[in-house]
């Protein structure tokens, strides 16, 4: 290669020994005020070009299971300083996530400097401060409290800790749910409720003034719920016409005819847009009562809900085929998810029971 390579640099305060932490470390050979020039970081001048060449052999070796160490610096917009050669002792300078020296440019070289002062015996070291581009490549061993595991500029390591973090969570999640896979749970939706209500619901719709009308449900929250009871009434078929469980906007806009700036602006849940699903699914499925439900199962943080709730309401065809609305909330703090969905699947039918004892008057205020 060249003719003469020049001799390996030196400096009064810094030994070449073993590093716990990486193959050879430098070592403070005497105490270190802050602010010391430790060592120049010395090295062959290159171009940008050529540097990045470097660096895609470096990465080819690395994949091969070779030396994946980084010693190209940045001099300025045209060169860069490899110091990957013989002669830079300050290569051998360890990375530390929390490190008592830093790089610094002096007169057009750079300088391995005390950022605090070090006693004599530690072990140097800097932050090679790396890309968040294949940070993986460089899994850092510092032991520092602040370490995430990767040579990475300050500036990123929170990225990785917060992939930890996820994926620390998600593991827990998975172990619970498999725990839990053979687990019943207590409150079964279809267990408990008034089976009287169903039976006077029945009568609403098949007996009086109000024979002959149908209904239609459609639903968020309740997934199918409400649904699945009337569908126990013995010849439901008679007068339940269907329904549309719909959990999204999109949803609720397509197959319901939900106003979709209306459902935007309130994530799909109010007294509105339950009567626009009722009204919605009423019509699509020919029946002259609609009845929706829209809330919140269980508590969302992104939407600033602290507890469960949900609206529910019954739209009503009266004559002049004019609509009329009854609408109500119902509040589940403090309920599981389960358990606010049977509520409000039971407190429906019981508003239906009551809505619907006649049918809509001509004559309505
Ligand atoms: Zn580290």
């Not at 002049?320 to 509040?331: A, D, E, L, P």
Request: include cysteine.
């Amino acid at each position: 290669m060249s003719k003469k390579n020049p001799k390996p640099t030196t400096s009064p305060w810094a030994r070449k020994a073993d590093s716990a932490v990486h193959g050879y470390g430098l070592y403070a050979a005497k105490d270190i005020p802050a602010g010391t020039k430790v060592i120049e970081y010395v090295g062959e001048k290159i171009t940008k070009a050529e540097s990045d060449r470097r660096d895609e052999v470096r990465r080819a070796r690395q994949e091969k299971g070779g030396d994946g160490c980084v010693y190209l610096f940045e001099l300025n917009k045209r060169y860069d300083l490899d110091g990957d050669v013989e002669w830079n002792t300050a290569r051998l300078i360890n990375h530390s996530c929390d490190p008592n020296c830093d790089t610094d440019y002096v007169d057009g070289g750079i300088w391995i400097s005390a950022v605090r002062n070090i006693a004599a015996g530690e072990e140097l070291n800097y932050d090679y401060g790396f890309d968040w581009e294949n940070y993986e490549e460089h899994p850092c061993r510092c032991g520092a409290p602040t370490c995430c595991g990767f040579i990475l500029k300050k500036e990123f390591r929170w990225r990785v800790r917060r992939a930890q973090a996820q994926a620390k969570a998600e593991k827990k999640g998975e172990e619970a749910s498999n725990k839990k896979s053979h687990y019943r749970h207590p409150i079964n939706p279809m267990g408990e409720f008034d089976w009287g209500d169903l039976m006077r619901l029945k009568a609403r719709l098949t007996t009086g003034a109000g024979a002959g009308r149908t209904l239609a449900v459609a639903e968020s929250l309740t997934a199918g719920q409400i649904q699945s009871r009337i569908g126990l009434i013995s010849g439901a078929s008679n007068f339940f016409r269907g329904g549309i469980t719909a959990y999204t906007i999109d949803a609720k806009v397509s197959q319901l005819g939900v106003n979709r700036k209306l459902a935007e602006d309130c994530n799909a849940v109010s007294p509105k847009v339950a009567e626009q699903m009722a009204k919605g699914a009423a019509t699509k499925l020919g029946a002259s009562i609609g009845v929706a439900t829209t809330g919140y199962a269980e508590p969302d943080s992104a939407n600033g809900v602290k507890h469960p709730f949900a609206f529910w309401a019954i739209a009503q065809k009266g004559p002049g085929r004019k609509w009329s609305y009854k609408t109500g909330k119902v509040s589940g703090k403090g309920l599981s998810r389960v358990a606010m969905q049977a509520k409000v699947a039971d407190k429906v039918i019981a508003a239906m029971v009551k809505t619907l004892k006649s049918p809509p008057r001509e004559s309505r205020s």
